[in-house]
């Protein structure tokens, strides 16, 4: 069984952290950012063309981690392939040791540094959870016969914050019934508020795995934008409160200290099965993070 | 109906600046209703081509005429003779009369004054919204009357993605999320099972392009006249 999976059902709380593929092909900087979590995580996610902005494949940065002797998460967003494309990346995963996949629908092309490109989403996410399982049973979307089966450990995302979130806990259920056994969720940071929509998940199925998201706040003034302009992220007053009090230069400080004392009220009131942790950018600081949450 | 949108003058004059007698020809259904290629719009491009033409001292002969619909051969034969009189015809419809329109008069260019955008309705005055696709295959009976593939940027079949905010989508705030209005109207009607189905892929082998469709009345009759001619 793939190591990530084990630890899945190990029941112990699990840690995921992300790295974000350059643009460009000097790698040093990601390679240290994998060298440094490898071992302190149970697994690293490798972002798709994050923010619909045209770096290295997700799949050859998973490459990587995996030469570095690290557990990698592909994620596949339905923007830029079809799924043609999204079927024989799966396969090439597979053959390369990558035992984990994360479905997601993809930001759409005109938030990214490609306006004009076309958005390909041929298959939507709940479809693309479909296929996996599909071609865990040796068959393709066309019906074809594979010669040998892929085997996956296959999750999905949720918003625990979107609104409405009627429909996303609809897309929720689907997603779930497709075969998602496991969620990396949206940036949270009202945990009162996490703690519903976890009743709710643990009553759709107990057994899916659920790993709440830390986005590490950086500044007050990120905390602001990310509720002005990103959907589903709602950082609550007193946390930017909290950052905006902290001593001048010492803001990341707090934003890791405010990240690992979530990590750890998240584990020691046993609400979720661990954290899936987006530094966005400063993957140098996961460690510390970890630090703060005592893990 | 069909929206379009006119292109600006300097492209308009530069495709045409080597023709001297020049018929603007308008369309009188979708792009008229939308103000975009009617009789009004050809009058207003034809005083603007004339004024240009002038100033630059390369004066032109502009003849306007408007027909009900470009893309029907029986309003189009009327005004072939008028057409053929000039060196080259400006199509104020959409592609599809700028197309059928060189068709019928070969040796005569035929210039776009329009971009032909998408099809949808009036929303308010002066404001239309994409609402079809066109994809061959109408999921509308279950989704509402409100069609994902058209309304949702991003053509979501199985629900809304992490971008959706406060009934408005990710791209732009002056999109509707379509699962927030598909939810709810499904909603107010009890039909929320509609929509907890898994839907399949798209089908895009439905829409091999160009299509050809011919009524089912007429393929037998095409066979018949086959068979016996």
Known sequence: ?295 | MIVGQRKPLAEIKEMVKNHKKILILGCGTCVAVCMAGGEKEVELLASQLRIARKLEGNPVEVLEDTVTRQCDREYMEPILEKARGCDAVISMACGVGVQLLSDLIEEIPVYPALNTRFIGTNEREGVWLERCMMCGNCILGQTGGICPIAICAKGLVNGPCGGTNKGKCEVSNDKDCAWTLIYRRLEKQGKLDNIRQIFPPKRFGLHVNPITQVNEAYQHAQKEEAHHG
Request: glycine share 8%.
């Open chain 1, 1 to 295: 069984m793939a190591k990530f999976k084990q630890a899945l059902q190990s029941g112990k709380f699990v840690v995921t952290a992300e790295v974000g593929p350059p643009k460009g092909t000097d790698i040093k900087e990601m390679l240290h950012h994998i060298d440094l979590i490898k071992d302190r995580v149970d697994a690293i996610n490798s972002t798709d063309n994050q923010s619909s902005v045209m770096r290295i494949s997700s799949l050859g940065a998973c490459a990587l981690i995996k030469q570095r002797g690290g557990e990698p998460i592909l994620q596949m967003t339905c923007r830029d392939r079809n799924r043609m494309a999204l079927e024989s990346d799966l396969l090439a995963a597979n053959v390369l040791g990558i035992d984990n996949v994360l479905c997601l629908t993809g930001d759409y092309i005109s938030v990214g540094d490609h306006k004009d490109a076309k958005p390909v989403f041929d298959l939507d996410s709940v479809q693309l959870i479909q296929a996996v399982r599909l071609m865990e049973q040796g068959k393709d979307l066309g019906g074809n016969d594979l010669n040998a089966p892929v085997k996956f450990c296959c999750g999905a995302i949720v918003t625990p914050e979107a609104d409405p979130i009627e429909p996303q806990l609809l897309k929720y259920e689907k997603k779930i019934r497709a075969g998602a056994e496991f969620i990396q969720t949206q940036a949270i940071y009202d945990i009162d508020n996490f703690k519903k929509f976890m009743a709710y998940a643990r009553k759709v199925n107990k057994d899916t795995k659920i790993l709440a998201g830390i986005v590490l706040l950086a500044s007050a003034g990120m905390a602001r934008y990310m509720n002005s302009n990103v959907p589903g992220i709602r950082v609550p007053k007193e946390l930017i409160d909290e950052m905006a009090g902290a001593p001048k230069g010492k803001a990341l400080e707090k934003g890791i200290e405010i990240a690992g004392r979530m990590i750890r009220r998240l584990k020691d009131e046993k609400i979720c099965d661990g954290v899936h942790i987006m530094a966005i950018g400063r993957e140098g600081v996961v460690p510390d993070i970890l630090a703060a949450a005592g893990l």
